[in-house]
């Protein structure tokens, strides 16, 4: 009779234990969860925030290089109409005789006081709009420079935050912390429940968490090096652009009427229109990347909140 209620002790002093170890057990892994899944949803508040700064900023960038390329248009528009201008004034100044008729009519056209009158009034209103052209040109050449330098600086910036704006290694393995916490969690909640132990709480936080498992932090990189990219190409366009439209904008380059300087002014600008339509895809592209990178961290702020919330 002893021998069987000490055996009968035994029993019941090994349940007891077993069942102490495996709540221990399951306590241990609850707070392992905590320590380890704590602290992501910050970190991915601050390379949201990043992300949408720089969104804002290649955003202006691309509209600021439309600007530009607007103007660019318009300026030629009206570099156009100043050639056509001075071809018109040219050839009234410049008829050459070459036979005894043509002397006849110039002399006539001379005498004759009113012809004469209405030629000077078209050969003055003519260098007037020629003028006014000049001057407006000259004006849209300085904004499409302006434009193009704003558009320089707001790539440049763009570059340099899509530069800083990624992940490292440690929120990756914060990460795996957090997933390896979860499983292990999983594999005690399954032992608790056995024991009869209350698995509400961890069962809570197994479903808010499990999401990890499902996100790929690595595409946050991935926008991140293409907005980068995009942010170097608009900066270099967007640099060469500005200094060809300031030469082809000088008074030099302008005033040089020989047909080679003609030729030279009408190469600068096309190559400044050019180059401003360059930096305004490259500005756009990087207005996507960042977007799009905003998106990717987002899929993870989402589960880092569902997260943390089930933990507090």
Known sequence: MGFLIKKIFLIYTLFVTTAYADENTFVAALRNTYSSCIGIESELAELKRM????????????????????????????????EDITAQLDA???TEIKTEEQLYD???????????????EMADALRAEKKRKEEQSKKLGNWRTGLLAANTATNIAGTIIATQNRTD??????IDKCKSAVSNLKQARAQAQLDGIDINEATQIINACDGFNTVDISKINVRADG????????????????????????????????DSGKQRERNLNT??????GAS???????????????????DIADVATKCTGALK
Do not use: C, P, W, Y
């Not at 390329?69 to 109409?81: L, N, P």
């Not at 290694?169 to 914060?174: A, F």
């Not at 190559?271 to 401003?276: G, T």
């Not at 305004?280 to 987002?298: P, Y």
């Open 51 to 82: 992300a949408g700064i720089n969104t804002a900023v290649t955003g202006v960038g691309t509209g600021l290089g439309i600007g530009a390329t607007a103007v660019g248009i318009v300026k030629s528009k009206h570099d156009k109409e100043i």
């Open 92 to 94: 009234m100044g410049a």
């Open 106 to 120: 110039i002399l006539a056209e001379l005498m004759d006081e009113t012809q004469t009158q209405k030629g000077r």
């Open 169 to 174: 290694g440690n929120l990756q393995n914060q």
């Open 227 to 258: 907005a980068k990219i995009a942010g170097i190409v608009g900066a270099t366009t967007g640099l060469t652009g500005t200094i060809t439209s300031a030469v082809a904008n000088t008074d030099a380059t302008r005033q040089d009427n020989t």
């Open 271 to 276: 190559a400044s229109n050019v180059l401003a």
């Open 280 to 298: 305004t895809v490259a500005s756009a592209t990087a207005t996507v990347f960042n977007a799009t990178q905003i998106k990717a961290i987002k």
